[in-house]
């Protein structure tokens, strides 16, 4: 597509546009993340991935894959 880059003039407008956009929308996220976390928190649950199955067919501990 000839033409969406333009380095100059309207082209960097453009892309300090979208920047600003992108970071604005980061840190919406981040905000909302901590936000999350912090009521899980209060409520008494954990943050995190689950833990691993252990024993048998897990590839962590247990019987040795075969």
């Known amino acids: 597509m000839p033409?969406?880059?333009?380095?100059?003039?309207?082209g960097?407008?453009?892309?300090a546009l979208f920047a600003a956009t992108?970071?604005?929308e980061r840190e919406n996220?981040?905000?909302s993340t901590l936000e999350g976390l912090d009521a899980a928190a209060r409520k008494g649950k954990h943050d995190g991935r689950a833990p691993a199955p252990q024993g048998r067919g897990g590839r962590r501990g247990g019987a040795p894959p075969r």
């Open 3 to 10: 033409g969406i880059y333009d380095p100059t003039g309207p």
């Open 12 to 15: 960097e407008l453009l892309f």
């Open 22 to 24: 992108a970071e604005t």
């Open 29 to 31: 996220i981040r905000e």
